[in-house]
């Protein structure tokens, strides 16, 4: 046997049950122990392959993190028009947050209890500032396509318009007596939404192509 290979399907169990039970209780809600049984493994198994809970924890964000990042890098850097940019933005981050749908609440939770805590972002932040986007953002500034908006300030409230239904899912399907199906339908009539809503919200002349 493959002894390589059976040690990262082992450690690819401990991240895939350690995630469970991370977005369901939190970094100080869960228990080793409980992680440990989600693998169908023992505890000292798990402390072999992660020392503690907070490596473990650590660990999960960097996954997460590392999985979407690149897609995000790739959009804001192609040479598409920048409405296009901003569908697939919409597109990639809800399909991303549909598949983890606890993800945004979890984040903030875990920052707002250990403000500290170092999320892997530096791999990102340079080529965000630096991008094609944020270029392309800045010229239709300039030519008085869109309105003087900082790009900052653009990106912060498209994510919120992206994350909110996330982080309230309880309250919008109580408000608005959506099913788990109605809700899906709901996030998934926000990929066209959101960009549209946004785009005229931020374009001078809205008959001028952006």
């Known amino acids: 046997m493959d002894?390589?290979?059976?040690?990262?399907?082992?450690e690819q169990k401990i991240l895939d049950a350690a995630?469970?039970?991370?977005?369901?209780?939190?970094l100080y809600g869960a228990r080793t122990q409980e992680i440990a049984d989600e693998a169908g493994i023992n505890k000292a198994l798990l402390h072999y392959y992660f020392r503690n809970k907070d490596k473990l924890f650590q660990a999960i964000f960097e996954r997460t993190f590392q999985s979407f990042a690149p897609l995000i890098v790739q959009i804001f850097n192609n040479e598409?028009?920048?409405h296009d940019k901003i569908k697939q933005l919409v597109n990639k981050y809800i399909d991303f947050l549909s598949a983890n749908p606890y993800l945004p609440l979890f984040l903030i939770n875990e920052i707002h209890q250990?403000?500290?805590?170092?999320?892997?972002?530096h791999q990102i932040k340079g080529k965000l500032k630096s991008s094609r986007f944020m270029?392309?953002?800045e010229e239709k500034v300039k030519a008085g396509v869109f309105v003087p908006i900082k790009p900052e300030q653009f990106i912060t409230n498209?994510?919120?318009?992206?994350?909110f239904p996330f982080i309230n899912k309880s309250?919008?399907?109580?408000?608005?007596?959506?099913d788990e199906t109605k809700f899906d339908n709901f996030i998934q009539e926000r990929k066209v939404f959101v960009p549209d809503m946004i785009l005229r919200?931020?374009?001078?002349d809205p008959k001028q192509k952006v």
């Open 135 to 137: 270029q392309q953002f």
């Open 158 to 163: 498209l994510l919120a318009l992206i994350i």
């Open 114 to 121: 250990n403000p500290k805590r170092q999320l892997p972002i």
């Open 3 to 10: 002894k390589s290979n059976n040690y990262g399907a082992t």
């Open 171 to 178: 309250m919008l399907s109580s408000v608005f007596s959506m």
């Open 201 to 204: 919200a931020i374009t001078i």
């Open 80 to 82: 598409d028009p920048i």
């Open 19 to 26: 995630t469970k039970v991370f977005l369901k209780k939190g």
